[in-house]
């Protein structure tokens, strides 16, 4: 099966995250620089990518334009989740890519972890964890209390 790719538009933040979080190369709207009229933009660009829109116009036009487009309809994340669970969505942690800017995560070195600590003001016995590195963000994971905080959030969606 081919992985599917997504471009979210701006009301789906927190889902933008979780797909990341969960593996799939996910670009949102937000953090790109668009050319002209936005709608236009998601309509005519990265088209390898399904459009997630909670805009029934943009959805209608990206169908009659032959663009992969599925349209949210729920408001809350979780809603959101189940309506991508039912169109083959797998939601699961994995350390794959950043959540914030989708760039594809790595084991940090040992001087840019301890950058990373002394700048955030973390414990050095982080050292001792797993470690994943956004090179982008310069930023850390780790399985910590948000971890347990996500899992939990994930059961509950599942139910
Ligand atoms: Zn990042």
Redesign the pocket.
């Known amino acids: 099966m081919v992985e599917m790719k997504f471009l979210t538009d701006r009301m789906l933040g927190k889902l933008t995250r979780w797909l990341r979080i969960s593996g799939y190369d996910t670009l949102s709207i937000a953090d790109l620089e668009v050319e002209g009229e936005e709608d236009d933009f998601m309509l005519k660009n990265f088209r390898d990518r399904v459009l997630l829109t909670k805009d029934k116009e943009l959805y209608r036009k990206s169908i009659k334009d032959g663009r992969k487009a599925i349209l949210i309809k729920s408001d809350s994340v979780e809603g959101q989740m189940k309506e991508l669970m039912q169109k083959g969505v797998k939601f699961q942690i994995v350390m794959d890519?950043?959540?914030?800017?989708?760039?594809p995560?790595r084991k940090p070195s040992r001087d840019e972890a301890i950058e990373v600590i002394l700048r955030e003001k973390l414990s050095e016995d982080m050292l001792k964890m797993d470690l994943w590195y956004?090179?982008?963000?310069r930023?850390l994971y780790w399985m910590g209390g948000h971890w347990k905080n996500m899992t939990r959030f994930l059961r509950k969606v599942e139910k």
Do not use: F, V, W
């Open positions: 890519r950043c959540s914030l800017c989708n760039t995560l956004c090179e982008k963000c930023k």
